[in-house]
């Protein structure tokens, strides 16, 4: 009995890991439609997370990510400046942008469907996102595992108090997010 509980400890141990977001490695690219007639395309450039994986039992692992809303990077100075202002992101008020999820639902092996609490400009949200597994491998340098994910999904920029020049003489409301993680395990 001693024995069969060890061994059914000893699997629980293996099957869950801790992985880290790579933040060399890892993005969050969104765009938007800008006058009704293209899309602005910009990303962050500072994010950090980390995701908890329990391969035998997927719907306890979990997942959290930050990003510093003072990296977004459209390519463009003025417009970054001005979406860091208190018109868009509001980045000194609100610096950073959080996802934690809440639940998570295995859909087959190399996909789940998370919902989490999204907080953006001071307003927190749930979200649901569907998250496909890219590859999974080791650093040829260090030996880590690695295991990499892709997620999209869209947001209304109003359902977070981003109103500002919302309509067909300003942008889109909704944003079109992809956050792509590398992680390592820890």
């Known amino acids: 009995m001693k024995r069969t509980l060890l061994m059914?400890?000893?699997?629980?141990?293996?099957?869950?890991?801790?992985?880290?977001?790579?933040?060399?490695?890892?993005?969050?690219?969104?765009?938007?439609?800008?006058?009704?007639?293209?899309?602005?395309?910009?990303?962050?450039?500072?994010?950090?997370?980390?995701?908890?994986?329990?391969?035998?039992?997927?719907?306890?692992?979990?997942?959290?990510?930050?990003?510093?809303?003072?990296?977004?990077?459209t390519g463009n100075a003025k417009r970054d400046q001005h979406l860091k202002s208190p018109d868009f992101f509001n980045a000194k008020q609100f610096p950073e942008i959080t996802f934690k999820s809440t639940a998570v639902k295995s859909l087959?092996?190399?996909?789940?469907?998370?919902?989490?609490?999204?907080?953006?400009?001071?307003?927190?949200?749930?979200v649901t996102a569907k998250v496909s597994k890219v590859g999974d491998g080791k650093h040829p340098k260090s030996g880590a595992e690695m295991v990499g994910f892709e997620a999209s999904f869209l947001i209304k920029r109003t359902d977070f108090g981003m109103t500002y020049a919302v309509g067909p003489t300003g942008g889109g409301d909704?944003?079109?997010?992809?956050?792509?993680?590398?992680?390592?395990?820890k």
């Open 174 to 185: 909704e944003v079109s997010l992809i956050v792509a993680l590398e992680t390592h395990r």
């Open 8 to 73: 059914l400890a000893l699997a629980a141990t293996v099957a869950a890991a801790t992985y880290e977001v790579d933040p060399v490695h890892s993005s969050v690219i969104f765009k938007i439609q800008h006058l009704g007639t293209s899309w602005t395309y910009g990303r962050f450039n500072d994010i950090s997370g980390s995701i908890e994986m329990d391969a035998a039992k997927p719907e306890a692992s979990s997942v959290t990510f930050t990003v510093k809303v003072d990296s977004v990077d």
């Open 108 to 126: 087959g092996k190399d996909a789940a469907e998370v919902t989490g609490d999204l907080s953006l400009h001071g307003v927190t949200k749930s």
